[in-house]
């Protein structure tokens, strides 16, 4: 994807060197740079292409012939098992949109606000306050403490809180978030304070404009991180109404591999589902989406990373 | 007035965001409490007032997947439970998605379960010891009254830790011992006699790999290798892959294998059956099972049980892949069979439970009525399942039922399998029964299962030769290296700097410890 935004500013430039005179030494740097970047955006294709193309093929000429980029015999066996129950994969998939827009929205929120006010130099026990932050990544209760304080004491066994709320505001979040504020000048501050605007007032209209890459930055992480949870799940989800689509997709192959093994004997299931080209096909439903969402969401990122500049 | 319209706007579908998320959460949060306090009455009462049953609300949980129809059954299920006990059960499942990590957090962390799946594969000597389970051994004569009568005694021996009984094993008696399955139109085509013992086999793989020009091992084939070297040398492995006794017969002769006269003389064949190309190069680091490349005609010999054999030759039954595959379980080279410990499927009691009383009552309901078993062993009948021309036949799918619409029912009902209350399959690999024969009559307890091992005050040690084992045992194993004799000295050397010696004590003391309270000489 970053071969993308490289490409850009190339074509841009090539457009404009045709209304002028174009010199050898323009053309032989076009030619070499258009076919480097075709032969690395071929390589970064053919990986997913690979995935496509296998989850499309048959099992046994997988096992038999290794995988190809073009099969012989074209197979839906895979995408079969995935849906056998398909209302199950669209719910995950609610599931899954509804907490990572969520998540990240509500993340993005405290996450900023956090950063905001430890950034502030007037703000007395910053640093203090810093180091509390930051202690919880040297130092955890470890699994089963965390699991009995979600389910015990803040009853959060099988609802979408517990999908939501523990990879919500991370450390390494905040800290991020407030290095980036604090490269944000004081006087812009000071400027708008004695123009008369209020902490929330200057933080909504001053700051969350200016860190518009950090904010973008930052809800990438968080939307990748939920799109792609599936442990919280795991431990806390007993509903198969309430499961997310990596969860889901987890399961429908670690249940194709148990029936592989010596205890799935007992299941006693005489097709076994195809295990090879099952995994290619989850890869394609889970990250199918995000691929298709990306370029329209692509422009924003990249808008949100070069501009935000500070000017005066 | 626009900037304030738009803060509003702002602040409203925040809000609106917001209470859309604890609507989300409140409905669960408001509900635990309310039905904690619920279940905790009626234990207080439940257990005065014998006659009739307060009612109550149990949880259990088993692991691996429910069906797609699993409320369907659940419901069905609690009508009848609530007709009969006043109970209903909240069944859940931890999936197989990293289910050991699930499982042990469920037992550690003290959540109120009232039954779930037990077994020696998942840690039950282990959780027993530290507590995790339940002791039933009064609660069971009073509360399941008819398991307690028909589970026999050993049978409660192999779930007694430490004096007290800690699951309700399942009564099943089942044989898996490994075996290979193989191309029995190729054997006959090659007018070889069935396998015996070794040389048999060789000559086997030989006209594969020679007439055929087939891998007869493709793939993966350290399992394959290793399952035969245990067998057929009789050596009885305990905790790990490198120290056991050296047959059934003599179990406190308990020994570093790899010093052993039979481990040299195994590589050493090994390596030949490597150079005449049984297997593959890589065939240590492969992904690919043996078992698919018999099903693409590139392969003859695969590792498996019975039951899973049996599920190999019905599955190429159903792909009709044209070719014949036969069954040879290992036992044969030495004629007698260990049986499945009964805990390896059971089901068991956390000590968090609220209702234990109640819990075992519907166990006991469970495992013996055959309308409950029925009901939850093999689901709805005329949908998932109906009788066959006898009691103890089942037909999977029932008519006019479609599989790819109704997978078959199989959940993990192993925990409370009754043999009387089991049922066959009609169409299934008849083998499987010829097998059962076979094995009754030379069946032996298993005395080396149980033998616990937290492996506590040589943890270092086993670490390090488990490691050893990884990088020089099993290159060893299947003939790897170009020098076996000054690989076999290289892996002795390294075993012993990495204190396989420590290890040896631990584990002779660890058994003889069980010899000696099971009176096993």
Redesign the interface.
Known sequence: MNVQAEKWPVARKANKGSKIKEDKATIVFNVIGYTLLTVISLVCLIPFWLIVAGSFTDEMEIISEGFKLFPHTISFEAYKSVFTTPEQIYRAYGVTIGVTAAGSLLGLLLTSMAGYVLSRKDFMYRNNLSFFIYFTTLFSGGLIPWYIMMTKYLGLKDSYWALILPPLVSAWNIILMRNFMKSIPDSVIESAKIDGAGDFLIYRRIILPLSTPGLATIGLFLALGYWNDWFNANVFITSDNKYPLQFLLYKILSSAAVLRTQTGAYLAANVVPPAETLKMAVAVVATGPIILLYPFVQKYFVKGLTIGAVKG | MFKTKKRLSLLLVLSL??S??AA??G???SN??GSQGAEKSANGEGGAAEPKLEKVKLSWYLV???H?DQSKIVAEWNKMLERDLNTTVDL??T????WK??YN?LL????KIDMIFASS?ADFYKLSKQGAFLDLKDLLPEYAPTTWGNVPEEDWDSVTVGGGIYAVPNTNPEY?PLGYVYREDWRKEFGLPEFTDLDSIEAYLDAVKTQKKVIPINGAAYENVNSLYKFWNDFQLIGGDVIGATSYDNPRDIQILPYTEEFEAWVKRMKTWEQKGYWNKNALSSN??AG??I??G?GAIYW??P??A??FI??VK?KNLNMEIGFFPFTRFHNYVIPTLPSSNAMAIPKSSANPERSLMVLDKLRNDPEYFNLMTYGIEGTHWAKGEDDKTILIPAPGVN??ET??Y?I?S?GWRYEPNMKN?KGGWDGLDALKEEFSPISKPDIFGPIYLDYAPVKAELAAVNQVFEQYGKPLMLGLTSDVDASLQTYRDKLKTAGVDKLLEYIQEEANKYFDEKGIQ
Do not use: V, Y
């Not at chain 2, 999936?95 to 990293?98: A, I, R, V």
């Not at chain 2, 550690?108 to 959540?111: D, K, L, P, R």
């Open positions: 965001m917001i859309l998320l989300c959460g409905g669960t949060a635990s409490p691996g997947d429910a797609k859940k499942f999936t197989w998605n990293d990590t699930k957090l550690t962390s003290g959540e594969w898996t690919q099972e698919d490349f099903k693409t590139q498996r049980n039951s899973s049996g599920g019905n599955e159903a599989l790819d997978p078959r199989s993990t192993w399959e």
